[in-house]
Every structure is written in C-alpha cells, then in structure tokens.
Nanobody, 120 residues
Framework: QVQLVESGGGLVQAGGSLRLSCAAS????????MGWYRQAPGKQRELVAT???????NYSDSVKGRFTISRDNAKNAVYLQMMSLKPEDTAVYYC??????????????WGQGTQVTVSS
C-alpha cells in the first residue's frame, strides 16, 4: 500500500501565496502520475494540476499561469506552488498518485486533504 501525506495548507489573503507538499510512503515499487485536486463546499472534486514521471505538466484553466506543479522523484513527493490566490481557490486540496506497490496492482491513492482558505 501507499500512503500520502499533504502539508502546507492554511489561511491566506487574496493575492498571497502558499506551497503545498505531498509525500508518498509505503511499499512503493513505482510511482507514475502525481497530481492535485480540490473540492470546494457543495462542489465536486476537480482537477487542479497533474505531472507525469517525465515532468509533463497539465493544469486546469482556472489555475493556469498562477499555480506550478513539480515533483521530486527521489523523495516520492509532489508540490503545488500557488500564487496570486483568489477567494475562489478556497477548497480542500487532495494529493493523488498512481502507483505500483508490492503485492498490489497499479492503483490510485489519495491523501487526506489539506484546507486552503483565501480571504478577500
């Protein structure tokens, strides 16, 4: 199994910045795509950004140009640098990875989520 632990959420004023981190641990054989999703109250969970093992990045239109995803393959970690934050970015942010663990088929794993609140 693979466990994901997120950190870095918090309260920030509009226009501010935050950096989210997510580290994977467990009986990892290989980690493939990693990404960030978010869910605002009363809304469905949505994609924020993903990054492949080859560092190909993909962003939702709502964050493009403001957020940057990166990963450290040696640390099995993914990061989300969020700049120019807006109140509509307020949500619980979840880390997700597709990984192969010992004795387990390739599976999607989710973190527990970290709250990001942007005040106006």
């Amino acid at each position: 199994q693979v466990q994901l632990v997120e950190s870095g959420g918090g309260l920030v004023q509009a226009g501010g910045s935050l950096r989210l981190s997510c580290a994977a641990s467990g009986s990892i054989v290989s980690i493939f795509a990693m990404g960030w999703y978010r869910q605002a109250p009363g809304k469905q969970r949505e994609l924020v950004a993903t990054i492949t093992t080859g560092a190909y990045e993909n962003y939702s239109d709502s964050v493009k140009g403001r957020f940057t995803i990166s990963r450290d393959n040696a640390k099995n970690a993914v990061y989300l640098q969020m700049m120019s934050l807006k109140p509509e970015d307020t949500a619980v942010y979840y880390c997700k990875t597709t990984a192969l663990a010992r004795g387990v088929p390739i599976t999607d794993y989710w973190g527990q989520g970290t709250q990001v609140t942007v005040s106006s």
